[in-house]
């Protein structure tokens, strides 16, 4: 089945400066790959998705980059805020009829 | 407003004590799973359901049973909880199984 590799598990950056996640995947037959912020006693947010026909997206200081042959996917967050910081997870959608698979979480500290 | 709605949102419980959490969401959704999250671990899928009268098994499936009677709602039932399951157990909902999952708010369940 697909397993998801996330890294790093925790990840410390000064205020303004840029935050980068990387997630690899195991089954190419995926094609639907989402980012969720979790913040302190609440459930996952979705922040931004992807699809395998699109190699990048971008909203605002977020983006996200696809790359199908080596099969990973990266999570990028410029000019980063405190409010930033929270528990990262990325996904993957293996195929149809069954569910999202996540990464273990990358926990992103943000100071000012 | 549009929302996943668990409760309880605390439970402790012994041993062998059958227990409900809840699980309603407003958005006329079609899938809906239950997610646990470990230290460590991760969110891993318990069950999810694709449509009414519709479940199937996650990753990890021992010892919970789901229904899905209606749209709306998709309880998680813990027929003779052990101290393994303590953990913190997240609903979600989405329109169809490829489109944003919107998580509820978690439900920390302690068995001691």
Same mark, same amino acid.
């Not at chain 1, 459930?43 to 026909?53: E, F, V």
């Not at chain 2, 009268?53 to 990890?60: R, Y």
């Not at chain 2, 229904?67 to 303590?86: A, D």
């Given at each position: 089945?697909?397993?998801?590799?996330?890294?790093?598990?925790?990840?410390?950056?000064?205020?303004?400066?840029?935050?980068?996640?990387?997630?690899?995947?195991?089954?190419?037959?995926?094609?639907?790959?989402?980012?969720?912020?979790?913040?302190?006693?609440?459930?996952?947010?979705?922040?931004?998705?992807?699809? !395998?026909? $699109?190699?990048?997206?971008?909203?605002?200081?977020? @983006?996200? &980059?696809?790359?199908?042959?080596? +099969?990973?996917?990266? %999570?990028?967050?410029?000019?980063?805020?405190?409010?930033? !910081?929270? $528990?990262?997870?990325?996904?993957?959608?293996?195929? @149809?009829? &069954?569910?999202?698979?996540?990464? +273990?979480?990358?926990? %992103?500290?943000?100071?000012? | 407003?549009?929302?996943?709605?668990?409760?309880?949102?605390?439970?402790?419980?012994?041993?062998?004590?059958?227990?409900?959490?809840?699980?309603?969401?407003?958005?006329?959704?079609?899938?809906?799973?239950?997610?646990?999250?470990?230290?460590?671990?991760?969110?891993?899928?318990?069950?999810?359901?694709?449509?009414?009268?519709?479940?199937?098994?996650?990753?990890?499936?021992?010892?919970?049973?789901?229904?899905?009677?209606?749209?709306?709602?998709?309880?998680?039932?813990?027929?003779?909880?052990?101290?393994?399951?303590?953990?913190?157990?997240?609903?979600?909902?989405?329109?169809?199984?490829?489109?944003?999952?919107?998580?509820?708010?978690?439900?920390?369940?302690?068995?001691?």
């Amino acid at each position: 089945g697909e397993n998801v590799e996330q890294h790093p598990s925790t990840l410390s950056v000064q205020e303004g400066d840029s935050a980068v996640i990387k997630c690899t995947y195991s089954d190419s037959a995926s094609n639907y790959f989402p980012w969720y912020k979790q913040e302190l006693g609440k459930g996952p947010q979705l922040i931004i998705d992807i699809r !395998s026909n $699109v190699g990048e997206k971008k909203d605002q200081r977020i @983006a996200v &980059t696809l790359n199908k042959t080596a +099969k990973h996917f990266s %999570l990028h967050i410029t000019e980063t805020q405190p409010e930033d !910081s929270a $528990v990262y997870f990325c996904a993957a959608t293996p195929q @149809a009829g &069954t569910a999202l698979i996540f990464g +273990k979480g990358t926990t %992103l500290s943000v100071s000012s | 407003e549009a929302q996943v709605t668990q409760n309880p949102r605390y439970l402790i419980t012994v041993t062998g004590k059958k227990l409900t959490v809840t699980c309603s969401q407003n958005m006329n959704h079609e899938y809906m799973s239950w997610y646990r999250q470990d230290p460590g671990l991760g969110l891993r899928q318990i069950y999810y359901s694709m449509n009414v009268e519709v479940t199937d098994k996650g990753d990890v499936p021992e010892g919970y049973k789901v229904s899905r009677k209606e749209k709306r709602n998709f309880p998680l039932i813990l027929e003779s909880p052990s101290p393994n399951q303590t953990s913190l157990y997240f609903c979600a909902s989405s329109l169809v199984v490829y489109s944003p999952l919107h998580f509820g708010n978690g439900t920390r369940l302690t068995v001691t």
